[in-house]
């Protein structure tokens, strides 16, 4: 386990940081972009978890945010320390289950889905496009050194899950996806005299 007894240490003052196995670095390093934007997602998640969340959604979110913490200690060594710990095949496989399992039960969609409806749902989806960044830059760093392939996947099947999620929160809440509506502005443009 990890004990911190002094929060600060001055070690970055400099502009770098230390890796999981000591190395140091830029803070501008692509791994820590990468399990810094893990960690951000994390803090987004936090959001929604202290917003109004039936358990069924809180459990799994909670579950999440440990995994995160998990691909951040992931990240933060590099491929070639075998004896650190890294995210698993079996860990993208529950969040394939949990996607199939939440999406049985929302209607089928017939439009795209902007971000939105009640306030949890709103958060999900910034949740969900803060994991597309993280995975971007998982992608970045992975153009310079080795990522681990589950780790890649996670981000990837964790945003269709936040999807997912924000629908079935919208539904919880007695609501509705909002449903884009290709060209709407302009027809209502057009109402108005081209205005």
Not at 3 to 22: A, H, V
Not at 59 to 82: K, T
Not at 87 to 95: F, G, I, K, R
Not at 165 to 172: I, P, T, V
């Given at each position: ?68 913490f998990d691909l951040g ?46 306030k949890a749902a709103a ?73």
């Amino acid at each position: 386990m990890v004990r911190l007894t002094r929060i600060y240490t001055r070690g970055g003052d400099k502009g770098k940081t230390s890796l999981g196995d000591g190395a140091r670095v830029s803070k501008l390093d692509a791994r820590i972009a990468a399990y810094g934007t893990v960690d951000e997602l994390n803090a987004a998640i936090g959001l929604v978890l202290a917003a109004n969340c039936p358990d069924p959604i809180r459990e799994v979110l909670g579950r999440v945010q440990n995994e995160l913490f998990d691909l951040g200690a992931d990240l933060s060594v590099p491929m070639e320390n075998d004896a650190r710990l890294r995210v698993t095949q079996s860990q993208v496989d529950a969040l394939e289950h949990d996607c199939d399992g939440f999406n049985a039960e929302l209607p089928e969609l017939k439009s795209f889905v902007l971000p939105g409806g009640g306030k949890a749902a709103a958060l999900l989806h910034v949740a969900r496009t803060v994991c597309r960044r993280a995975e971007r830059a998982l992608v970045s760093l992975s153009r310079a050194e080795p990522v681990g392939t589950a780790a890649r996947k996670y981000l990837n099947r964790l945003s269709d899950l936040l999807f997912v999620l924000g629908r079935a929160l919208n539904r919880a809440g007695g609501g509705s996806d909002v449903l884009w509506q290709p060209g709407k502005s302009r027809e209502k443009q057009k109402e108005r005299g081209g205005r």
